[in-house]
């Protein structure tokens, strides 16, 4: 169906806001209707606290101001359950993003919004009129159904028989991608690693890049983990490890490798970093153990060296 040459987005716009805002909000009282503007209205005159979060006096919304209480439970119906007199912006011709285009523009132009018999409310309505349309919206549009293929359905009903056969032990439901994963990662885990030894622990970024390996190994590089990821977190979990907050998060695992007589391999440090009694002369030593010493580690070490007789001088006095 062809629009007319005057029939542009902001037309389309002037049609969407005439029919919700003066559409009474409960049709069925034919006694004394309440256009959507009129209950909003009164809403937007009630006082709210310096950061807007809580009404000053809430027994008004609820008793004594009869329309800031249709406005209020009129947006929480919108939210569960479809309003069919609504007219959402795809009905007007009007996609998301020029819905949005034309809110924007009408702000920008207008310091309120006009309405029959001289009446106006503040701009905020626009917004409040974009949230109900996106969640009509939601609660119009079907979801769409997943991709069913070959593969997927011959795993669907061998699913079906072992559920038929064995009802408790196989359950005929399929667990998210998150969760498999993770399961498959804490398998892994207990089948090659341990938490009962006695020593240093082992390195995350060690064990982060042996999960890696075995994920590429069996999954392909599509699903690599990092130090942030939610698996990784979850294994840590299961390890006995909160890693949610910054404070420790280098610190080594109480992790072992396991032996092939069931007990555990003990942990060898390795790294140079400063960790447990490496001091600077050990860890240079180590670092330095198949080169030469650089320009700027010669700079360095003279400077640690002269820091330290200065300060030895001034303690002396």
């Given at each position: 169906?062809?629009?007319?040459?005057?029939?542009?987005?902001?037309?389309?716009?002037?049609?969407f806001l005439v029919h919700n805002l003066c559409?009474?909000?409960?049709?069925?009282?034919?006694?004394?209707?309440?256009?959507?503007?009129?209950?909003?209205?009164?809403?937007?005159?009630?006082?709210?606290?310096?950061?807007?979060?809580?009404?000053?006096?809430?027994?008004?919304?609820?008793?004594?101001?009869?329309?800031?209480?249709?406005?209020?439970?009129?947006?929480?119906?919108?939210?569960?359950?479809?309003?069919?007199?609504?007219?959402?912006?795809?009905?007007?011709?009007?996609?998301?993003?020029?819905?949005?285009?034309?809110?924007?523009?009408?702000?920008?132009?207008?310091?309120?919004v006009s309405l029959p018999d001289n009446q106006?409310?503040?701009?905020?309505?626009?917004?409040?009129?974009?949230?109900?349309?996106?969640?009509?919206?939601?609660?119009?549009?079907?979801?769409?159904?997943?991709?069913?293929?070959?593969?997927?359905?011959?795993?669907?009903?061998?699913?079906?028989?072992?559920?038929?056969?064995?009802?408790?032990?196989?359950?005929?439901?399929?667990?998210?991608?998150?969760?498999?994963?993770?399961?498959?990662?804490?398998?892994?885990?207990?089948?090659?690693?341990?938490?009962?030894?006695?020593?240093?622990?082992?390195?995350?970024?060690?064990?982060?890049?042996?999960?890696?390996?075995?994920?590429?190994?069996?999954?392909?590089?599509?699903?690599?983990?990092?130090?942030h990821d939610p698996s990784w977190r979850a294994?840590?979990?299961?390890?006995?490890?909160?890693?949610?907050?910054?404070?420790?998060?280098?610190?080594?695992?109480?992790?072992?490798?396991?032996?092939?007589?069931?007990?555990?391999?003990?942990?060898?440090?390795?790294?140079?970093?400063?960790?447990?009694?490496?001091?600077?002369?050990?860890?240079?030593?180590?670092?330095?153990?198949?080169?030469?010493?650089?320009?700027?580690?010669?700079?360095?070490?003279?400077?640690?060296?002269?820091?330290?007789?200065?300060?030895?001088?001034?303690?002396?006095?």
């Amino acid at each position: 169906m062809s629009r007319g040459s005057n029939d542009n987005i902001h037309t389309r716009f002037k049609k969407f806001l005439v029919h919700n805002l003066c559409h009474a909000i409960l049709p069925e009282q034919t006694e004394d209707p309440v256009p959507l503007w009129k209950a909003y209205k009164d809403y937007s005159e009630l006082k709210w606290n310096e950061e807007s979060t809580l009404l000053v006096e809430p027994e008004k919304a609820c008793d004594q101001n009869r329309l800031a209480s249709l406005f209020v439970n009129f947006m929480q119906q919108c939210e569960q359950e479809d309003v069919p007199w609504f007219m959402v912006s795809r009905q007007a011709g009007l996609s998301d993003s020029n819905l949005q285009r034309c809110v924007n523009q009408f702000k920008q132009r207008y310091m309120y919004v006009s309405l029959p018999d001289n009446q106006r409310v503040d701009l905020g309505i626009l917004e409040q009129l974009v949230q109900i349309n996106k969640l009509q919206l939601n609660l119009r549009i079907p979801d769409s159904r997943p991709i069913l293929t070959m593969h997927a359905a011959r795993m669907m009903r061998q699913l079906y028989i072992l559920h038929q056969k064995h009802p408790t032990l196989v359950p005929y439901r399929l667990d998210s991608d998150k969760k498999q994963f993770e399961t498959i990662l804490c398998q892994w885990f207990d089948e090659h690693y341990t938490t009962h030894g006695e020593g240093i622990g082992y390195p995350r970024r060690q064990l982060l890049e042996e999960a890696n390996e075995m994920i590429t190994n069996a999954f392909g590089a599509n699903k690599l983990m990092y130090c942030h990821d939610p698996s990784w977190r979850a294994l840590l979990q299961h390890v006995g490890v909160d890693d949610t907050q910054q404070k420790g998060s280098y610190l080594r695992l109480h992790v072992w490798r396991k032996a092939n007589d069931g007990t555990y391999i003990t942990n060898v440090r390795r790294s140079s970093g400063p960790g447990g009694d490496y001091t600077f002369a050990k860890r240079k030593r180590v670092r330095l153990a198949n080169r030469n010493e650089t320009a700027k580690e010669k700079d360095t070490a003279r400077k640690k060296k002269e820091n330290t007789s200065r300060k030895k001088m001034e303690y002396l006095g």
